[in-house]
């Protein structure tokens, strides 16, 4: 008799020959507990960041820039859920602020990296030959270069503001995602498929765009997941140097770097901050680790 236990993998196996790629990552996702909470989290958060204070200036009766100096440093209470800050400004209506600003330059920077790199990445690596030796020669040029060292004078140059972030953070981080993207596309090239495509009269932008450029998708949605969570910590980082979004404009990050000076008089200035940017990028590099292993057929196995 068969053993059941082999004859469920077997028939699983059927069931997963018999889907798409795309489906199969779907499904893969649904049935990881630890991905889908993340994504979970992550999209709760990022809708309540960005619907959410509105709602709450109307029913709770704050504003994100209203001040007053004898409610300085209140703990939490039904008034201010989430207590106040030292100029006595609501701090659950600045840490959703502050969050649409976070996320919004991490999923911007994010994606804009992620399209130079992956456009960098397929002209070099399908074409080859001297725009290659340029590409990787500017790569490796820049990657010689410490990241940090390169934001703080491009913060220290332009005025620190979201739009500037986005920009800078973007125009520095395509380097990996360019990287990864070409080495994939030098394998991808010389596949049947590819041969097969030029042999029928094929133009390079449609092998391009309708041959190679779906099969490196899954290593984008990896990569812009995991950097979304590293431009975070990046902004945060540029905050408490001072080179990030400038008061009184909350963000995550330079409300925690604010707190460190009023830690003794309210300690819940530093913890809702921390929280939130500590959980944010944990759910990033979750989400991404799922994807990984969702995308990659060899890891599912």
């Not at 959703?96 to 991490?106: D, E, N, Q, V, W």
């Not at 500037?164 to 395509?174: A, F, K, S």
């Not at 944010?280 to 680790?289: E, I, K, M, W, Y």
Request: proline share 5%; glycine share 8%.
């Amino acid at each position: 008799m068969s053993d059941p236990i082999q004859v469920s993998q077997l028939a699983a196996e059927s069931i997963n020959k018999r889907r798409s790629f795309w489906s199969n990552a779907v499904y893969h996702i649904w049935h990881d507990r630890l991905t889908l909470l993340a994504l979970v989290i992550l999209f709760l958060l990022t809708l309540a960041c960005f619907v959410a204070p509105p709602i709450v200036e109307e029913v709770l009766h704050v504003d994100v820039e209203d001040a007053s100096v004898r409610d300085r440093y209140l703990p939490p209470s039904p008034e201010h859920i989430l207590g106040t800050d030292q100029l006595g400004r609501d701090q659950l209506i600045r840490l959703l602020y502050g969050g649409r600003i976070s996320l919004l330059i991490a999923y911007s920077a994010s994606l804009l990296s992620m399209t130079i790199g992956v456009v960098v990445g397929l002209v070099a690596g399908y074409f080859g030959g001297i725009i290659d030796d340029v590409v990787t020669w500017f790569i490796s040029t820049l990657s010689s270069i410490p990241s940090l060292f390169l934001l703080l004078i491009a913060s220290a140059v332009f005025s620190p503001s979201a739009t500037v972030l986005v920009m800078i953070l973007g125009l520095l981080g395509w380097v990996q995602m360019a990287r990864l993207v070409r080495g994939q596309i030098l394998s991808l090239k010389q596949q049947d498929f590819v041969l097969a495509a030029r042999a029928l009269g094929s133009s390079h932008l449609h092998i391009m765009l309708y041959h190679i450029l779906p099969n490196v998708l899954s290593i984008a949605l990896i990569s812009v997941t995991i950097s979304a969570g590293n431009l975070i910590l990046t902004e945060s980082g540029l905050s408490f140097l001072g080179l990030g979004v400038q008061p009184p404009t909350p963000t995550w990050g330079n409300m925690l770097s604010d707190s460190r000076s009023y830690f003794a008089q309210g300690i819940h200035l530093v913890v809702w901050p921390g929280s939130l940017i500590t959980i944010t990028v944990l759910c990033s590099f979750l989400l991404g680790d799922g994807l990984r292993d969702a995308l990659d057929p060899r890891s599912r196995k």
